[in-house]
């Protein structure tokens, strides 16, 4: 079981640019939620989505958006960069049904230039 | 709004000894926690998770206790190891309308010296 992988693991960006960061759950998971951390911070909440749709968002602009593909996987796009997007992006997959943890990829780090 | 609190930056423990790693929240509906452990450049990993409906939960040499008139709760690891040093965040789980998500503290960086 590879766990939850996400891609790539570092990004450059200028600021004004768009990106797309992926994420593949662990094996079973049908729910997938991103979350920033900034440094020194713990991880904020940016949205979920389950069974392809956005069920739940965060406090983010819609600069945020993302997407769920039918085998689960996940895309994080953000537009319009600013020096401020620059965070490490995590990922997590979970089940919807019941209270289970949430499994976490080893992040993107993004550098906004 | 900081719904979820670890007011300790850092923490530093003898090998051997007992760490207590500290977590108050201020949302009474949250009625479900967890530890995560995150090591640099990897993702947070679960550690142990407590319900409300219990005051403690123990899985090796981790233990979690919830006050929950207190709304604290706070992480046991005893005895202290080198390798458990790393960043510690406390989490609730905040149920909405739709799904769900985690509400994280700050974090608190154990060091433990051998």
């Known amino acids: 079981d590879a766990g939850v992988t996400q891609s790539p693991t570092h990004l450059i960006k200028t600021r004004g640019q768009q990106v797309t960061l992926r994420c593949s759950p662990k094996?079973?998971?049908?729910?997938v939620s991103w979350y920033q951390q900034a440094l020194g911070q713990g991880p904020q909440f940016i949205f979920q989505?389950?069974?392809?749709?956005?069920?739940q968002r965060g406090n983010f602009p819609d600069r945020f958006s993302g997407h769920q593909f039918p085998n689960y996987s996940s895309e994080l796009n953000v537009n319009a960069l600013l020096l401020g997007d620059s965070a490490l992006y995590l990922c997590?997959?979970?089940?919807?049904?019941?209270?289970?943890?949430?499994?976490f990829g080893q992040g993107t780090r993004l550098t906004v230039v | 709004d900081q719904q979820v609190k670890q007011n300790s930056p850092s923490l530093s423990v003898q090998e051997g000894r007992i760490s207590i790693l500290n977590c108050d929240y201020t949302?009474?509906?949250?009625?479900?926690f967890l530890w995560y452990k995150k090591y640099p450049a990897e993702g947070p990993t679960f550690l142990i998770s407590?319900?409300?409906?219990?005051d403690k939960n123990e899985d090796g040499r981790f233990t979690v206790f919830l006050n929950k008139s207190a709304k604290h709760l706070s992480l046991h690891i005893v005895p202290s190891q080198p390798g458990d040093s790393a960043v510690y965040f406390c989490?609730?789980?905040?149920?909405?309308?739709?799904?769900?998500?985690?509400?994280f503290g700050a974090g608190t960086i154990l060091r433990v010296k051998s």
């Open positions: 997590a997959s979970s089940l919807k049904q019941g209270r289970t943890e949430a499994f």
């Open positions: 094996s079973g998971h049908d729910t």
């Open positions: 989505y389950y069974e392809e749709e956005e069920r």
């Open positions: 949302n009474s509906m949250f009625d479900y």
């Open positions: 407590i319900s409300s409906i219990k």
């Open positions: 989490a609730a789980l905040a149920e909405l309308e739709y799904g769900n998500k985690l509400v």
